[in-house]
C-alpha cells in the first residue's frame, strides 16, 4: 500500500461543477503540499498546508491532520483547471530531517466545457 | 527572483554520450532535488541536497551523479547515457524542510536514442 494515496485517479466533470480530489497519508508528515501539472508542463505547488484551511481564488485546500486526510476543491470548475493535481506529504523518516517528499500517484483532471 | 531555472529545456543523446543538467535557484534555498518524470507515471526521486557540499541518494540514483558546491547551484550529471533515461527531470528546491514551500524548475525533456 502506498503512503500516499489519492482518489480519484481519473476525473471528468462539466464546466461549472464543484470538484474534490481526495488525498489520504499513512506517515507522520511536517506539511502537505498540493501540486498541479498541465500536459507537457510545468509543476506549480498550490498550496502547501499543516494545517486547518487555505484558500486561494477557486481553489480551497483541507487538511485534517488526526485523520490523515486532505482534500483539494475546485469550486466553479473551467477547462483551462484540466492538469494532474498531485498531493505529496513531508515528513521526517528514521534518518531524520530529509526535507524529501512523497508523492501521490495524482489525479488527473479533465473539465469538459 | 528567477526562482528555479533548468538548462536545457530539450535534449537529444545518443546512448552513451554525457551530459549535466543545470540547475540555479536563487531563493537561498538550503533544500534542492532531482526527479525524474517518466511518461504517465509519477515524480521519482533521483538525489537531493541539505546545503552546499551534502548530498544524498534518492530512489533511481543509478546512472546519475550530483554536486552541490554552492547554495545556488546543482548540477546532474548523466554518465554513459541509455534509453531507459529517457525522461524529464525537474528540479526543485525549499527553504526548509519543515515549513517552507516547494519551487519547481520548468524542467528538461531528454531523449537518449
Known amino acids: 500500500k502506498n503512503e500516499v494515496e489519492q482518489s480519484p485517479q481519473n476525473l471528468t466533470a462539466q464546466e461549472g461543477e464543484f470538484i474534490t480530489i481526495n488525498c489520504s497519508y499513512s506517515?507522520?508528515?511536517?506539511?502537505l503540499h498540493w501540486l498541479q501539472q498541465h500536459p507537457g508542463g510545468g509543476i506549480v505547488s498550490l498550496f502547501m498546508l499543516s494545517s486547518g484551511k487555505k484558500k486561494h481564488g477557486r481553489l480551497i485546500a483541507t487538511i485534517n491532520i488526526q485523520e490523515k486526510h486532505s482534500s483539494l476543491h475546485i469550486t466553479a470548475s473551467h477547462p483551462r483547471d484540466s492538469a494532474v493535481y498531485i498531493c505529496?506529504?513531508?515528513?521526517?523518516?528514521?534518518?531524520?530531517?530529509?526535507?524529501?517528499?512523497?508523492f501521490g500517484q495524482g489525479t488527473t483532471l479533465q473539465v469538459k466545457p | 527572483n528567477a526562482g528555479v531555472t533548468q538548462t536545457p529545456k530539450f535534449r537529444i543523446l545518443k546512448i552513451g554520450q554525457s551530459m549535466t543538467l543545470q540547475c540555479t535557484q536563487d531563493?537561498?534555498?538550503?533544500?534542492m532535488y532531482w526527479y525524474r518524470q517518466d511518461p504517465g507515471m509519477g515524480l521519482k526521486l533521483i538525489y537531493y541536497s541539505v546545503g552546499a557540499g551534502i548530498t544524498d541518494k534518492g530512489e533511481v540514483p543509478n546512472g546519475y551523479n550530483v554536486s552541490r558546491s554552492t547554495t545556488e547551484d546543482f548540477p546532474l550529471r548523466l554518465e554513459l547515457a541509455a534509453p531507459s533515461q529517457t525522461s524529464v527531470y525537474f528540479c526543485?528546491?525549499?527553504?526548509?524542510?519543515?515549513?517552507?514551500?516547494?519551487?519547481f524548475g520548468p524542467g528538461t525533456r531528454l531523449t537518449v536514442l
Open positions: 505529496a506529504v513531508k515528513n521526517f523518516g528514521i534518518s531524520g530531517n530529509t526535507g524529501k517528499l512523497i
Open positions: 506517515v507522520g508528515i511536517s506539511a
Open positions: 531563493m537561498n534555498h538550503n533544500y
Open positions: 526543485a528546491s525549499s527553504v526548509v524542510s519543515s515549513g517552507g514551500g516547494e519551487y
